[in-house]
Structure formats: structure tokens, C-alpha cells
């Protein structure tokens, strides 16, 4: 079955260095997010992006933040320069074009620390 | 900001019993969707609810969705120790973003 693979699953970083995380959607989907959830806390949108552009941004998606879809396959987020409230687990999901809901489906995570 | 409220937060029970959660909102949804999520991992899609009062059943899981689309509950029967799990429930607002609930965190017993 078709899945949303995410890497890494676990980056440890120091504050203020540049972190990517990379994910792979399904393939024939093309509306793709990033969602994140700090420990303890609720799963948070924080963007949305169709069409090689982002569609939808929340509050928390600042300038630190970044998204490219370098090829056909890869949807990468980009923290530029980390803070310790940076630390989350950072899911990706993709969407299938032809739902007409908003079913997502989500990679595993991946596992930010900020130290 | 749409907000969905998910109760109870906890809920530890015996294996076979009934249990039901909630999730309550006062926003109207285009759909709401229930998601279970094991630790260390991303939420699975359980079911989708679209249409106000509708009722899905998937095995033991029943999902309804309020007549006026803003809550739903899921009830599991004869809960058994493989449904030990986060249950989340998330609403579709515009550009298909989902507004995720904080949770339940169930915990089925042997």
C-alpha cells in the first residue's frame, strides 16, 4: 500500500543550525502539508502547498520556515536557523487530488530535538 | 479559530467493555475525520464523516456525526487491549486544513 515516507525519524540539533526535513508523498497526490506535534501536545498545521506554492500557512510557519519541492518527489521543510521550542515531532501528509474531503495521509514523523 | 474539544483526555477500561469519546466544536465542518495514533508515530485515518447525522461503523468502531456537523462521537464495543491508542478526531476547514483535537488517550486493560 501506498504510503508518505518521511526522513530523517530522529534529528538532534544545536540552536541556531539549519535543519531539513525531507518527506516523499504518495505519488500521485499532489496537495501536501506539514503538520507538527509538540510532546504532549495536539497535532498543528503549518502549511499547505498545491501547485508548487503554499496555499495556506499558519502563525507558526515564519520566516525561519521554508518548503521547496525540489523534483518529482521530494516536499522538504526547512528550519533555518532552530530555536528550542523547535522541538517536535514534524509530520508530513499528502492528499489525493480526486478526494473530495480532506483525508490526509501522514508519514511517520519526524523527531526534532533542539538542544 | 475553529477548536475541537475531545473528551474524556483519559480513559482506562477493562477489556469488553463499551466505551464512547467525543469531540465538540462550535464550528461548523466540511467533514470530520478520526485518526489513531500510536506513540512515536503519525496519525492512521480511521474513518471520514461528511454528512450531518451520518453514522459509519467499522468493526467494532461506530463514528457519528452531529446533525449539524460541529461534533461526533466514536464508540468501540467490546473494547479489547489492540484498541489501546490515541484517538484523535480532526475537522476540514477551507483549503481541506484539518484542525486537530487534543485527543484521547485510551488505555484497555486485559
Known sequence: EPEVTQTPSHQVTQMGQEVILRCVPISNHLYFYWYRQILGQKVEFLVSFYNNEISEKSEIFDDQFSVERPDGSNFTLKIRSTKLEDSAMYFCASRDQRANTGELFFGEGSRLTVL | ?110
Do not use: M
Not at chain 2, 11 to 36: K, M, P
Not at chain 2, 53 to 75: I, N
Not at chain 2, 83 to 108: I, P, Q, R
Open chain 2, 1 to 110: 479559530t475553529q477548536l475541537l474539544e475531545q473528551s474524556p483526555q483519559f480513559l482506562s477500561i477493562q477489556e469488553g467493555e463499551n466505551l464512547t469519546v467525543y469531540c465538540n466544536s462550535s464550528s461548523v465542518f466540511s467533514s470530520l475525520q478520526w485518526y489513531r495514533q500510536e506513540p512515536g508515530e503519525g496519525p492512521v485515518l480511521l474513518v471520514t464523516v461528511v454528512t450531518g447525522g451520518e453514522v459509519k461503523k467499522l468493526k467494532r468502531l461506530t463514528f457519528q456525526f452531529g446533525d449539524a456537523r460541529k461534533d461526533s462521537s466514536l464508540h468501540i464495543t467490546a473494547a479489547q487491549p489492540g484498541d489501546t491508542g490515541l484517538y484523535l478526531c480532526a475537522g476540514e476547514g477551507s483549503n481541506y486544513k484539518l484542525t486537530f483535537g487534543k485527543g484521547t488517550l485510551l488505555t484497555v486493560n486485559p
